[in-house]
């Protein structure tokens, strides 16, 4: 009988994982919530198991993943990215059922998953950090912490929940004055988002570069690394562009921040694959930020330039195998970027288009293009979840012709029905800066022309809404 192997999660990285999943010759077993019973994930795995109506309660449930692993017999469970990735109870649970949780143990997710304690076991390593606190005490006692850090560091500094990821809980406080308002509102939010109102402060660095590294360990403590990536384009301090590998850094800077980050995940005991994340400033200098114990969303990145799979890795990691590949295999060629295509206006904030219904979907394809999606023609994207329809990562040797060919995939790319980050896009690769490498965490920000564009303004754009009119819902649909 195949080795079965549950997919804890939904949309385009479920789709990735039970295509690795069924690579290696094993089953997978997705799982679903009520809103998502259109969802491509369902017919793509093995098997499919209804978890509730939720919305989103069911895919975080612990108790029901794991009694829908059980009912279906998978040995694994992959976790994918959010929803119960970085979960120590989960693993614990798993670890408890006789489940193999694919990623790091409990300990270590729990270690890392709070960013104090991570940046503790990172001090005592030697690993680079900017100036922070400890948890901020409760009431005035912990403002008076905050004003004091802040006379003695000077502004900005950040107010971090200490629970918190996915770029939620982060307030820049530039003045003293501002301290007050923003603290009581910090903590209340990170109850209310992790179920904790822990929260500390880091002194902020000025227009950074986020820079982090993709880390493979396996469980004898032999730990690689797949190099760097520049994750400095964002919105709200979520990732939208991310490029493998960062090559505004020198080759000795890629190196030296590659083996902090290896000698970050052996401090840690990290097992399993992870990310070690960095701000890098404008002198050259890097400061740990956090370690995510998971799978990241733009990890296919780093897949392209090395010819590594990931996900595969991971797996086979889990399943009890060593790493078969040393540092020396890993030889990092060409560059690649992924543009995450979220279906959001990005001219009104970047604002969801859930509960819209895709009439056109025409994916780019050809030399160097990847498509992580789960979107089809026809489809009603669910308003509940997140708005990533599809993860375009191209592949090219030199800069250069990673950017032409960016070009070419983004105006060959059709999605007609909600708004897409897709024309962003195509202003962004057009930008100088962009073109010449010049980015960090602010450029949205200082490249506010980028927002002016004409909507649909290509031909092939007219041409999809006329075909969308003529007829919905049918004609060739393309899934990525
Ligand atoms: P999350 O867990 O939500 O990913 P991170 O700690 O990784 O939170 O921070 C997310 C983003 O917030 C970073 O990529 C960066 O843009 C910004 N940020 C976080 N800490 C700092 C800091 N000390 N100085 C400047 N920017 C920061
Ligand atoms: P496989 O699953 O094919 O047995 P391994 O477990 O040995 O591969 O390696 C994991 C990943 O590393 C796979 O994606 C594989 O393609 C890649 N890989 C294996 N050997 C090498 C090598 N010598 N150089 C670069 N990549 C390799
Ligand atoms: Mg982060």
């Known amino acids: 009988m ?11 990285i479920a789709i990735r994982i039970i295509r690795a999943i069924q690579e290696l010759n094993c089953e997978a077993v997705a799982v679903y919530e009520t809103p998502d019973r259109d969802s ?5 795995a093995d098997e499919a198991v209804w978890i509730g109506h939720g919305p989103r309660c069911d895919y975080l449930n612990i108790d029901k993943v794991i009694a829908a692993a059980q009912k279906s017999g998978a040995a694994a469970i992959h976790p994918g990215y959010g929803f119960l990735a ?4 989960f693993a614990r649970a798993c670890e408890k059922a006789g489940i193999i949780f694919i990623g790091p143990p409990s300990d270590v997710i729990d270690n890392l998953g709070n960013k104090v304690t991570a940046r503790r076991i990172m001090a005592e390593a030697g690993i680079p950090m900017v100036p922070g606190t400890q948890n901020l005490k409760a009431g005035n006692e912990g403002l008076q912490e905050a004003v004091e850090f802040g006379r003695k560091y000077g502004y900005p500094i950040m107010l971090k929940a200490t629970a918190g990821g996915g770029g939620r809980g982060i307030r820049k406080i530039e003045q003293e004055k501002d301290l007050k308002d923003h603290y009581a509102m910090a903590r209340a939010e990170a109850n209310a988002a992790f179920g904790d109102d822990s929260v500390y402060l880091e002194k902020a660095v000025v227009r950074p570069k986020h820079i982090e590294v993709q880390i493979i360990a396996d ?3 032999s730990t690689i690394h797949l190099g760097t990536r520049d994750c400095s384009i964002q919105r709200r ?5 991310e490029i493998a590998p960062a090559f505004q850094l020198t080759p000795e800077q890629q190196e030296a921040i590659s083996q902090t980050a290896v000698k970050a995940a052996k401090a840690a005991g990290y097992f399993n694959a992870g990310t070690v994340e960095f701000l890098y400033d404008s002198d050259g200098k890097f400061y740990f930020m956090e370690i995510n114990t998971r799978l ?4 296919t990145v780093s897949e392209m330039i090395t010819g590594i ?6 797996i086979k990691l889990a399943l009890g195998k060593d790493l078969s590949i040393r540092q020396e295999d890993v030889q990092l060629r060409g560059h690649a970027v992924e543009m995450r295509i979220n279906a959001e206006d990005p001219k009104n904030n970047f604002m969801p288009e859930g509960g819209k219904t895709v009439h056109v979907y025409r994916s780019p394809g ?4 990847r498509l992580d999606g789960f979107c089809y023609q026809g489809f009603t994207i669910p308003q509940v979840y997140d708005s990533l329809l599809v993860k375009m990562t191209v592949f090219g040797w030199s800069w250069n012709e990673t950017v032409d060919r960016l070009r070419r995939s983004l105006n060959n790319f059709v999605i007609s029905g909600p708004k897409t980050t897709i024309p962003f896009y195509l202003n962004l690769i057009n930008d100088p800066d962009f073109q010449a490498g010049k980015f960090d965490t602010s450029f949205l920000e200082t490249h506010e022309y980028l927002f002016d564009y004409e909507e649909d303004s290509s031909e092939v754009n007219k041409l999809a809404k006329l075909i969308a009119e003529i007829h919905c819902k049918g004609g060739n649909a393309y899934a990525a």
């Open 2 to 12: 195949k080795t079965k192997i549950l997919v804890a999660n939904r949309g385009e």
């Open 40 to 44: 491509s994930h369902i017919r793509t």
């Open 86 to 89: 970085e979960n120590a109870d």
């Open 219 to 221: 469980k004898k403590g």
């Open 237 to 241: 301090n979520q990732k939208l562009v």
């Open 296 to 299: 990241q969303v733009e990890h």
């Open 309 to 314: 799979d990931i996900v595969r890795t991971q």
């Open 366 to 369: 050809g030399y160097g293009i």
